[in-house]
């Protein structure tokens, strides 16, 4: 790897879309102006987050961000044969679109079980019971809704080919922000001179951990997490309370 084409890894706060590219290639660092759809497909494990640790929640999302970068002609041609005459590899990601199109499928049949049973027992006038199966419904419905669209975006990552060797010269993460952080990502970039470039173009949003946003952001992260261990202390002792009036006579 020459000096040229070593990593420069840029953070940048800020949306895909509001940052500022270079009149030039990132691949080799001419004069750019062929647009390229350069996509990336990330996969996000939510966690629930305890008192004292984080535990999973099992539950993984896909998540598929792109930007269209200028190149220059002879590097977009390059790009172009390799596409060509790449080979389709298959994605286990399908596996895993179905088995949420299954979630969905079986969540949604549930809603329209209590409906129907909710349409036909109203005849003969609101009741209680009419108000918990409406709610069952009504979550089971949104349950069906989210289910559907995660395996909508997994299918959508499932179809996400791999950069090219021209496109892998522009890399970026998935949103790296924090709590109470501003969205931010990091920016790989392979072209030195390019860096350079980028840096300069996108200064005024360049990510400091150690600069004012992200100084006020752990501080907020602080004071969240002490109102929590508070709340749950509260809940304790009025619990506890409440289990102390119920026994006395």
Do not use: K
Request: hydrophobic fraction near 50%; proline fraction near 6%; charge should be positive.
């Amino acid at each position: 790897m020459t000096e040229a084409e070593q990593i420069t890894i840029v953070r940048v706060r800020g949306r895909l879309r509001d940052i500022t590219l270079p009149p030039r290639c990132p691949a080799c660092g001419g004069a750019a102006g062929v647009m390229l759809r350069v996509e990336r497909a990330f996969a996000r494990e939510h966690r629930r987050r305890g008192i004292t640790t984080d535990m999973p929640r099992g539950v993984t999302t896909f998540h598929v961000a792109s930007i269209n970068v200028p190149f220059c002609t002879a590097c977009a041609a390059r790009h172009m044969a390799e596409r060509a005459t790449a080979e389709p590899v298959p994605s286990p990601l399908r596996t895993t679109a179905a088995m949420y199109g299954v979630v969905a499928g079986v969540a949604l049949v549930a809603a329209l079980f209590f409906a129907v049973f909710i349409w036909n027992a109203s005849t003969g006038g609101w009741r209680p019971t009419l108000t918990f199966a409406a709610s069952i419904a009504a979550g089971c419905a949104i349950f069906a809704g989210w289910f559907a669209v995660q395996a909508i975006n997994a299918l959508r990552a499932s179809a996400t080919l791999p950069p090219t060797s021209i496109t892998a010269a522009f890399d970026f993460s998935d949103r790296l922000a924090r709590r109470f952080e501003p969205e931010w990502r990091e920016y790989r970039l392979r072209h030195a001179g390019y860096a350079r470039m980028f840096i300069q173009a996108n200064a005024a949003r360049l990510w400091d951990e150690t600069g004012p946003l992200a100084m006020r952001a752990a501080r907020l992260r602080r004071i969240a997490d002490s109102l929590r261990v508070a709340a749950a202390a509260a809940l304790i002792v009025i619990f506890v309370l409440l289990a102390l009036q119920a026994g006395t006579p």
